[in-house]
């Protein structure tokens, strides 16, 4: 069965994007990460919110521009949205409802991962108790502004647990 899997490459100081929802930040950072070549062929489907969806796109300009995984990856997108298109674009489903969204994501995706992509939807499926895993890549700058990898106003604690021989993935303990 599908596991929920929220990666994510964010500034030492834990923002995803800098201000104003700009990505161009993680230009120089996109080199060949071992974890994530790792992760590529076990991502069955992606759910992202409406927001990173249409936002910014650090492969802006290269051949991998509005690719998942800069073109690494190829498959079923979901969009968690309440604006819902006029014309949807091919491999996305567009779902008014977050969980109507995951289960399809993670019928898409079999036994593979469904990963999560954006803040703010990661959030929502934090507070859903949907989330199995956290990978965070640490990018070797401060941003001192934009998208917080995480943000509940008055604050929430979401307890992780390191997997074996790694200071980046987490399991998420309920």
């Known amino acids: 069965m599908a ?17 104003n929802g700009d990505m161009q930040w993680m230009r120089p950072y996109l080199t060949a990460i071992p974890e994530v070549d790792e992760l590529i062929p076990r ?10 969806h249409d936002g910014d796109d650090p492969h802006q300009g290269d051949e991998g521009e509005g690719k998942a995984f800069g073109g690494g990856w190829e498959g079923p997108h979901f969009v968690v949205t309440h604006r819902l298109p006029p014309t949807p ?25 469904v990963n999560i992509i954006g803040a703010d939807i990661a959030r929502q499926c934090l507070a859903a108790g949907a989330v199995d895993e956290m990978l965070l890549i640490v990018a070797p700058v401060f941003l001192g502004d934009g998208t917080r990898v995480f943000e509940e106003p008055g604050g929430r604690t979401i307890r992780l647990r390191p997997h074996p021989g790694s200071t980046l993935r987490f399991d998420v303990l309920r």
């Open 43 to 52: 991502v069955g489907s992606i759910l992202v919110g409406r927001r990173s």
């Open 89 to 113: 674009e091919p491999g996305v489903t567009y779902i008014d409802q977050l969980p109507k969204a995951i289960a399809a994501a993670k019928e898409a995706a079999g036994d593979k991962y």
């Open 3 to 19: 596991k929920l899997l929220y990666s994510v490459t964010m500034s030492a100081d834990g923002f995803i994007t800098g201000p």
